[in-house]
């Protein structure tokens, strides 16, 4: 487990060379690196989960989800682990927790939606809500009914968490939610 948390922390670092060149056999200074690499990975994801905590703005709660502010300052590639982490701890465990990272040089917000399996009881499928809700905006999403993603334009994001509430919220009370392209 801990080899497989070591390779990721290369891919989410922005190494993901040296990920490789351990799985090719380099044992001696690439793994050495790569140790560090992990060390500044746990080092960042405590960073970001300090961030979200010191300020309540940076996550809001809404009808029926909460949305964490990642804006510019959390990295687009460690966003979904910071959701990972904050679903458990939310007050509410039946509204998923989305949060949002910007991607200013692709002009994209990149969005990971993370659920409980009391929500998931209660109707949740984020996977079906972030394709749903990225369609509307022309971006693309999808996942799984637990943990899923969606990139929108940026100029889309608060209409996208409006919908992704609204979706939800339908879900919550029973209601099944169509994609435009019926996949």
């Known amino acids: 487990r801990e080899f ?45 989960l300090c961030w979200v905590k010191e300020k309540p703005e940076r996550m809001k709660e809404f009808e029926n989800i909460y949305v964490i502010y990642g ?14 982490i904050l679903v458990s701890s939310l007050q509410n465990l039946e509204k998923p927790l989305i949060a ?10 990149k969005f990971s939606a993370r659920t409980t399996g009391l929500a998931l009881h209660k109707g949740i499928n ?5 394709q749903v809700a990225s369609e509307k905006f022309e971006g693309k999403g999808g996942g799984h009914n637990i ?32 994609s435009q392209n019926n996949t």
Request: hydrophobic share 40%; glycine share 8%.
């Open 71 to 84: 804006d510019s300052f959390i990295n687009e590639k460690i966003i979904g682990t910071i959701s990972s």
């Open 147 to 178: 943990a899923a993603g969606a990139q929108v334009p940026i100029d889309q994001i608060e209409n996208f968490i409006n919908l992704v509430n609204d979706l939800a919220g339908k879900q919550l009370s029973g209601e099944e939610i169509e």
């Open 4 to 48: 497989a948390v070591l390779l990721n922390s290369t891919g989410r670092m922005d190494r993901p060379s040296l990920g490789l060149a351990i799985c090719l056999g380099d044992r001696d200074a690439s793994l050495k690196e790569a140790n560090q690499i992990l060390e500044d990975y746990r080092k960042s994801i405590n960073q970001y």
């Open 100 to 109: 949002y990272a910007t991607v200013e040089e692709e002009n994209t917000a």
């Open 126 to 130: 984020l996977g079906k809500i972030m």
